[in-house]
Every structure is written in structure tokens, then in C-alpha cells.
């Protein structure tokens, strides 16, 4: 009987579905810590399973929300400091969510990679569930996409999907009009926005990652690795108490575009620019790129990660309840009559 040759395999190519398992086992525990109520099902199944009735909605609508972390990982892969674009993974989707008015529930998250580093892709994926803990969102599932030939060595990407509820009729914005304050609420950096112009200017100052902080104490990448904030739970408690508006979440495009995306025709915002310090890091960035002010302020959250938008008579109230709940509040300005977001002062 001839000698037959043992056939090509899936690991000769590159992919190590023993190593995938590896990290599913891994991850379990992460996951099973962000369990709330309304989930059916753990990780491991061709779908997860999630009871909106035994989550306390009587009549839901579901609200969709997609994300990435977006070049931030470019200084998260080259310093090997992973451990926190989890959080601004989610924190990207659910901040998001929450200005609807939505309470995420859940979040799916895909991460793709050329070759699957076990202990890299843990690390990454607890930060995901640290991040859904914070927002009271439970980690139901996901996708490990190990991909040869798609990655350089040790490159990565991400990508998210959060679902939430609110009960019909409780959309968010509603109810906008003159008047309105506009409550702040302080970022904790950068965020995950206008890191393809951070990762510029640090070229063109001659820095690398490694270097000390030129804003901060400690090194200059660890400190532009300061994941998102999550918004989540204080701004509920604030939907809930009455009063709010809505809410929008300082992103990419910043006060300028962000916020008149919850205003209604006919209405803008008047901002004072000396109601809240800019943030060290904005203040070096601003000076070392030589970057305008309007540029700041369409391109960076510039210290205000989020901002509600709420009646006159409960403004006090509720920056009194998001104070207790650990955020900074700055009272910003106010709904104006006319389009358009006019700014008083200067960022200092």
C-alpha cells in the first residue's frame, strides 16, 4: 500500500483555530461579568439571545448604534498599551445610544487581526467588557477574524455594535426650545477623535511615544491612551429625573457639528468659551500645531465629551445630580433663536 502525505491544514495558512478557542475560553469570565438582566444566552452560540420584557420594557423601541476606535489604535499597537481601546470601543457606540434616550443593553464587538496573539486580544476584549460594566451594557457575543496576508505583524482593527431600548414616545431630542441651558460635561482627553492630526503633530514635533508627556505627567502615548469616558448611567439618571432635552456627544466635528445636530430649525446655541478650562492637552496641541481656535472646535471635544440640553428650571437640579454622579458639569450657554453655534470668550 502506497504512503499517502497528510494534506495541507488551516494552521499552515495561518489560521490557529486551537488559539481562537484559547481566547474564547479566556474571554468567558470578562463577558460573564457584564450579565444583566434580559440576557439569554453567553458566549459560544451562532447568536445570542437577549428578553427585552425580562429586561422591565413594556412597549420598546430598539436603537442601533456602530462604531470604531478610528486611528487611536495606531499608538495602541505601537506602544503594545491595548488594555484601554476596549472602553473606547464601547464607550463610542453607547454614548451614542444614550443621546437618543435609548439604556444600552448589549454589545457586539469585532475584532480582526493578521495573527491571533492570545494574550493581546484578552487584554483587548476585557477592556470591551470594563467598558460595557461601565455602561450597564452586557457583552453578548462577538468576532475573532484571524485574517494572514490582510495585517502587518501585530496590527489590528475593531469595530462595534450596541443595541439599546427606550420606551415609545421617549425619544430623545424632544421638547428643545429658547431658552434651554446647555449643561457640559468634562472629556477625559482626547477621546477617540482627530488622532489622524494628534499622530501629525507629535511627527512634527520630533516625539515618539516613549518620550515624557509634554502635558502630563508620565510617557506621551500612555497619556493620549486615555480611554473615553461613559457617559451612560449619569446621563440616564438625568432622562429619568425629567428636565433633559437631549444630548448630543462631542465627536469628530466637535462643539461646532455635534451639537446643532439636536436642534431643531430655526434654533441655534450660544456658547461662552471661558465657562470651562481647556484641558492640557488641547492647550499643548493648540500651541504646538498652531492650530486655529475654529479648528479646535470643529476638530477635538476640547475638554466637553458631552453636553444636554435642558429646561431653564431644572438646569440647577440636574447639574447638582450629575455632579453626585462623578461627572464635571460646566454651564455652558443656552438655546438662541437663529441657526448656527456663536461663540463668546476665548478657549484658554
Same mark, same amino acid.
Given at each position: 500500500?502506497?504512503?499517502?502525505?497528510?494534506?495541507?491544514?488551516?494552521?499552515?495558512?495561518?489560521?490557529?483555530?486551537?488559539?481562537?478557542?484559547?481566547?474564547?475560553?479566556?474571554?468567558?469570565?470578562?463577558?460573564?461579568?457584564?450579565?444583566?438582566?434580559?440576557?439569554?444566552?453567553?458566549?459560544?452560540?451562532?447568536?445570542?439571545?437577549?428578553?427585552?420584557?425580562?429586561?422591565?420594557?413594556? $412597549?420598546?423601541? *430598539?436603537?442601533? #448604534?456602530? +462604531? &470604531? /476606535?478610528?486611528?487611536?489604535?495606531?499608538?495602541?499597537?505601537?506602544?503594545?498599551?491595548?488594555?484601554?481601546?476596549?472602553?473606547?470601543?464601547?464607550?463610542?457606540?453607547?454614548?451614542?445610544?444614550?443621546?437618543?434616550?435609548?439604556?444600552?443593553?448589549?454589545?457586539?464587538?469585532y475584532f480582526a487581526t493578521g495573527k491571533l496573539e492570545t494574550e493581546s486580544a484578552a487584554r483587548i476584549v476585557e477592556g470591551i467588557a470594563e467598558g460595557c460594566r461601565q455602561a450597564g451594557a452586557a457583552l453578548i457575543g462577538g468576532e475573532t477574524a484571524e485574517m494572514p496576508g490582510m495585517y502587518p505583524a501585530g496590527d489590528f482593527d475593531l469595530a462595534g455594535f450596541a443595541v439599546g431600548a427606550m420606551e415609545?414616545?421617549?425619544?430623545?431630542?424632544?421638547?428643545?426650545?429658547?431658552? $434651554?441651558?446647555? *449643561?457640559?460635561? #468634562?472629556? +477625559? &482627553? /482626547?477621546?477617540?477623535?482627530g488622532y489622524s492630526l494628534v499622530r501629525r503633530l507629535v511627527e512634527a514635533e520630533g516625539l515618539h511615544w516613549e518620550a515624557a508627556s509634554p502635558f502630563s505627567n508620565g510617557r506621551l502615548g500612555a497619556a493620549l491612551l486615555a480611554p473615553t469616558r461613559v457617559y451612560v448611567k449619569p446621563c440616564l439618571e438625568a432622562i429619568r429625573a425629567g428636565g433633559v432635552h437631549g444630548l448630543a456627544h462631542i465627536t469628530g466635528g466637535g462643539l461646532t457639528e455635534n451639537l446643532p445636530r439636536i436642534l431643531p430649525e430655526g434654533l441655534g446655541a450660544?456658547?461662552?468659551l471661558g465657562s470651562w478650562k481647556l484641558p492640557p492637552v488641547f492647550a499643548w496641541m493648540q500651541g504646538a500645531g498652531g492650530i486655529a481656535e475654529a479648528e479646535m472646535l470643529k476638530t477635538f471635544n476640547c475638554g466637553i465629551g458631552m453636553v444636554l440640553v435642558v429646561a431653564a428650571d431644572r438646569a440647577e437640579a440636574l447639574a447638582d445630580l450629575l455632579g453626585e454622579a462623578g461627572e464635571t458639569v460646566h454651564r455652558l450657554g443656552e438655546v438662541t433663536a437663529g441657526e448656527g453655534i456663536r461663540y463668546t470668550g476665548t478657549l484658554a
Open positions: 500500500m502506497s504512503e499517502t502525505k497528510n494534506g495541507m491544514t488551516y494552521a499552515e495558512a495561518g489560521v490557529d483555530i486551537d488559539a481562537g478557542n484559547a481566547l474564547v475560553d479566556r474571554i468567558k469570565p470578562a463577558a460573564a461579568s457584564t450579565n444583566r438582566a434580559g440576557v439569554m444566552s453567553g458566549l459560544g452560540g451562532f447568536g445570542a439571545l437577549f428578553d427585552l420584557k425580562a429586561a422591565g420594557y413594556d $412597549d420598546p423601541i *430598539l436603537v442601533a #448604534a456602530t +462604531d &470604531g /476606535v478610528g486611528t487611536k489604535l495606531r499608538i495602541a499597537i505601537d506602544t503594545g498599551e491595548v488594555d484601554g481601546v476596549g472602553i473606547d470601543l464601547v464607550a463610542m457606540c453607547v454614548n451614542d445610544l444614550v443621546c437618543q434616550g435609548a439604556e444600552p443593553l448589549f454589545f457586539l464587538d415609545r414616545g421617549s425619544a430623545l431630542p424632544a421638547d428643545v426650545a429658547k431658552g $434651554d441651558v446647555l *449643561l457640559g460635561l #468634562a472629556s +477625559d &482627553g /482626547v477621546h477617540s477623535n450660544e456658547i461662552d
